[in-house]
């Protein structure tokens, strides 16, 4: 095993991870950014929309703040939420200094990156990544980090390589999780392959309190289209259109959700409500825009920006285009303090892999805002503990990566990698998805068992990238399993948490995070109440706000 040595490890290259490296490396650390994919293509950062929000342009702090607790329906941790609204714009700067080109938006407080058609958010990344390599930072990809022991707050990785087929010991003063969510831990979803939930895993093995996995947002509106890829139609242009089934039915009005920038804030309902459409009723979804002028179109440029791709490439000057939900965004996730802290020393986390600052619901553009403000706070704290003092000698650096890599199972597994990671796909859109009750979770947490017992049957496997595949699929099943347990336990309906057999909203018993750790590998399950945030709604409340 060979051992590569950094002051600060960044284990993801999205936003998070990227903002992170500069800010460790603008404090003087040495700084190692390390993704499974190159940057640009492998993040979800690069297939956003490019929206960011925040008081800028017109929008206060204190509006940004109650407007994220109405999304959020009351559950925000008001600590992180107060450090969001007050830095977003100091950050906001940072990236226009570095040369981000954005566009104007009719929107108070949002600021949108240039470009035509889905996946503007390249752009940040690309950035980012430039501003991070003039600067220093390293860059390794295609290494897919498997385990993490932080022991004597001494952040040790090891990682699989499938280019060399070997393992590699990675070791530095302190580490941050930026690995992004667990969207393509489901059927369909708008995110690159390999956003499994890697940090949820690694962090939950490791030792480190993960919360709130319950609540996971579903986008409404991505293109379902025969020869169209499944792009999601950004929501300043979906709010433009008329939402309606293939009987013409208006769906906002069928299923009582206010109008007004619904795709913005109300992708929760929006969400459940075609997934019923859909799975129940066997309805086709469209998104009329034929009606809408480009004047109309393009009065916001964040929605202009997506004028003639979806409008001549798509066709939507002329017809209906069809949609669907699709897996979208972790909202729980790593614990973490206001300086991206996890509950383990050494380790910091931030952007999608952390939970706590949207509730039980995130409104939209503020993921990247949130990437930006906690990616430079985690990566500034990471390099503080960084001293002059040696960490780990070479052997113990290789004893304690050794004794964290999971043995190879006995036996061969129920197919190949790829089959596995259907299977658990398809298990958790089927239980732990937009709808879910008690017998489905359970159900699910059975299948994902076993799909995590089959992908450690690796002892016959012999190809370097076939079992690259099965030891991410080994991380996933772990997320997915966060993400039912926590499901199975939230006995109502909140957010992006919709339980069928408990479809109310209860703040008497469930005004609460849900925290699980690791104890001897089993998940241990506590409830933590939160005091009434003032702004909070409750699921079914409309969370229309006028003037944004």
Request: proline residues 5%; contains cysteine.
């Amino acid at each position: 095993m060979d051992i590569l040595r950094s002051d600060v490890w960044v284990i993801g290259s999205g936003a998070a991870g990227l903002m992170a490296a500069i800010s460790a490396r603008e404090a003087g650390a040495r700084v190692c950014v390390v993704s499974k994919r190159p940057a640009v293509s492998g993040s979800a950062s690069g297939l956003s929309g490019g929206g960011f929000v925040g008081a800028w342009g017109g929008l206060t702090k204190e509006e940004h703040r109650e407007r994220t607790i109405a999304v959020g329906r009351g559950l925000n941790d008001p600590v992180l939420l107060d450090v969001l609204v007050e830095e977003t714009p100091k950050r906001f700067q940072d990236m226009l200094d570095w040369g981000l080109p954005i566009v104007n938006s009719s929107r108070p407080g949002s600021l949108v990156t240039e470009g035509q058609g889905p996946g503007r958010g390249r752009k940040v990344v690309e950035c980012f990544a430039a501003k991070a390599a003039a600067m220093g930072v390293e860059f390794i990809d295609n290494l897919l980090v498997r385990t993490l022991s932080t022991e004597g707050g001494i952040p040790v990785f090891a990682a699989w390589s499938a280019d060399r087929g070997e393992w590699i010991a990675l070791v530095g003063a302190a580490a941050v999780l930026a690995t992004g969510g667990a969207a393509s831990v489901y059927r369909y979803f708008d995110t690159p392959e390999g956003i499994t939930g890697d940090s949820y895993a690694l962090a939950f093995d490791a030792g480190a309190v993960v919360q709130d996995m319950e609540f996971f947002q579903f986008y409404p509106l991505s293109l379902n289209m025969e020869g169209l890829p499944p792009s999601t139609v950004p929501a300043p242009v979906a709010d433009l259109g008329k939402l309606v089934n293939g009987k013409g039915e208006d769906i906002l009005a069928k299923h009582d959700i206010p109008w007004e920038l619904a795709a913005i804030r109300q992708r929760d309902r929006l969400s459940q409500a075609l997934f019923i459409e859909i799975e129940r009723e066997g309805h086709e979804i469209f998104v009329d825009m034929v009606g809408v002028t480009k004047e109309t179109w393009c009065a916001d440029p964040a929605a202009g920006a997506s004028y003639y791709y979806f409008g001549e490439t798509c066709g939507a000057w002329e017809r209906p285009l069809r949609v669907a939900p699709t897996a979208h965004f972790g909202i729980g996730g790593v614990s973490i303090d206001a300086d991206g802290a996890t509950t383990l020393a050494g380790l910091f986390a931030a952007g999608e892999a952390t939970g706590g600052l949207h509730g039980a619901n995130r409104m939209g553009e503020n993921s990247l805002s949130e990437t930006i403000v906690f990616g430079h706070r985690a990566g500034r704290a990471a390099a503080l503990r960084v001293s002059g003092d040696g960490v780990l000698s070479d052997a113990e650096a290789l004893a304690r990566a050794a004794a964290t890599i999971p043995e190879p199972a006995p036996g061969s597994p129920a197919g190949s990698a790829a089959e596995l990671l259907a299977r658990l796909r398809k298990a958790m859109w089927r239980h732990g998805g937009i709808l879910r009750d008690a017998e489905g979770t359970a159900t699910g947490l059975d299948e994902v068992a076993e799909i995590r017992e089959d992908a450690h049957k690796t002892e016959a496997v012999s190809d370097a990238k076939e079992l690259y595949h099965f030891l991410e699929i080994q991380l996933a099943a772990r997320a997915g399993s966060l993400i039912l347990g926590a499901a199975g336990r939230r006995e109502e309906s909140r957010g992006a948490h919709y339980r069928e057999d408990f479809p109310e909203t209860d703040d008497e018993n469930w005004r609460s995070h849900i925290k699980v750790v690791s104890k001897e590998g089993d998940p241990a399950w506590s409830y933590e109440p939160q005091s009434p945030t003032e702004g909070g709604l409750d699921a079914r409340t409309p969370t229309t706000i006028t003037g944004w």
